[in-house]
């Protein structure tokens, strides 16, 4: 079967930093396109970056140059590197990834892990 486990959420003052890792596991054949989202309370789940398995990324406007995702295609992981985080980065972080399972590939998603930013 196969899952995302995440790691690396917790709490931080405004300004600070967190790490954020996602690892797939289980028997598939490879991992396409592999991203993270947030939840806010109340709020519908946005898209914070993506990147492909050839390593090009894209960025919601409103973490563009405080986050960093990258990933290590020998450890099936993906990774979100969070720089002067905000209040309004509270969320629930979810990791997303396109796994191929022969025939055919779906969406997965992790249980998610919780960001909370104080002021």
């Known amino acids: 079967q196969v899952q995302l486990v995440e790691s690396g959420g917790g709490l931080v003052q405004a300004g600070g930093s967190l790490r954020l890792s996602c690892a797939a596991s289980?028997?598939?054949?490879?991992?396409?396109?592999m991203g993270w989202y947030r939840q806010a309370p109340g709020q519908r789940r946005e898209l914070v970056a993506r990147?492909?398995?050839?390593?090009?990324?894209n960025y919601a406007d409103f973490v563009k140059g405080r986050f960093t995702i990258s990933r290590d295609n020998a450890k099936n992981t993906v990774y979100l590197q969070m720089n002067s985080l905000n209040p309004e980065d509270t969320a629930v972080y979810y990791c997303n990834a396109q796994i191929v399972t022969i025939p055919t590939a779906y969406d997965y998603w992790g249980q998610g892990t919780q960001v909370t930013v104080s002021s």
């Open positions: 289980g028997r598939f054949f490879s991992i396409n396109d």
């Open positions: 990147i492909t398995k050839g390593g090009t990324t």
